[in-house]
T-cell receptor, first 115, second 111 residues
Framework: DTGVSQDPRHKITKRGQNVTFRCDPI?????LYWYRQTLGQGPEFLTY????????KSRLLSDRFSAERPKGSFSTLEIQRTEQGDSAMYLC?????????????FGNGTRLTVT | EDKVVQSPLSLVVHEGDTVTLNCSYE??????LLWYKQEKKAPTFLFML????IEKKSGRLSSILDKKELFSILNITATQTGDSAIYLC???????????FGQGTELSVKP
């Protein structure tokens, strides 16, 4: 399978714990995105990378959230001191940065439940 | 602030019906509009539209963009139960590659 891969598929954690998610993009894609989706809503942008550079981060994103893409390949998203409001599906996507743009290809997501 | 609004939010039809889903947007320096289908997990790409008035078609699905009136429609003809999904509309501006999504339209096709 050469699509976007996310791990784990599900994560249940207690409030206050830290969690880390991993995303492996399509290998030739240089852009990688993180989104969050809650029930009944469209995906909400969190941050994106071009190669290893983090180019944009949502203004709504708490300082408890941090993302890295150290070698320009896979990425991790860490949430520190989780809160119940962090419960959501976290989606990763990748694309090629080309003139005119290219569509994002999404992974199946990591569903986070904070108890 | 960039915004995407989809309507209706939900729709129930019977197999064989034709449906039209709407997407209106406000975005600074528009680059493109995309449609995705989301079943249980990952949104899957349907269409990317950059020019007004040019219909994109794939089987029973088609879409068109009106950059003057700032909207797009997605048409599905002869609907099937397998078309049941959430349909997401998103826009991209020239300042970066991120997609800004609408809330989605939940389509349910009954046998």
């Amino acid at each position: 399978d050469t699509g976007v891969s996310q791990d784990p598929r599900h994560k249940i954690t207690k409030r206050g714990q830290n969690v880390t998610f991993r995303c492996d993009p399509i290998s030739e894609h240089n852009r990688l995105y993180w989104y969050r989706q809650t029930l009944g809503q469209g995906p909400e942008f969190l941050t994106y990378f071009q190669n290893e550079a983090q180019l944009e981060k949502s203004r709504l994103l708490s300082d408890r959230f941090s993302a890295e893409r150290p070698k320009g390949s896979f990425s991790t998203l860490e949430i520190q001191r989780t809160e119940q409001g962090d419960s959501a599906m976290y989606l990763c996507a990748s694309s090629l940065a080309v003139t005119g743009g290219s569509p994002l290809h999404f992974g199946n997501g990591t569903r986070l439940t904070v108890t | 602030e960039d915004k995407v609004v989809q309507s209706p939010l939900s729709l129930v039809v019977h197999e064989g019906d034709t449906v039209t889903l709407n997407c209106s947007y406000e975005v600074t320096n528009f680059r493109s509009l995309l449609w995705y289908k989301q079943e249980k997990k990952a949104p899957t790409f349907l269409f990317m539209l950059t020019s007004s008035g040019i219909e994109k078609k794939s089987g029973r699905l088609s879409s068109i963009l009106d950059k003057k009136e700032l909207f797009s429609i997605l048409n599905i003809t002869a609907t099937q139960t397998g078309d049941s999904a959430i349909y997401l509309c998103a826009v991209v501006n020239n300042q970066g590659g991120k997609l800004i999504f609408g809330q989605g339209t939940e389509l349910s096709v009954k046998p």
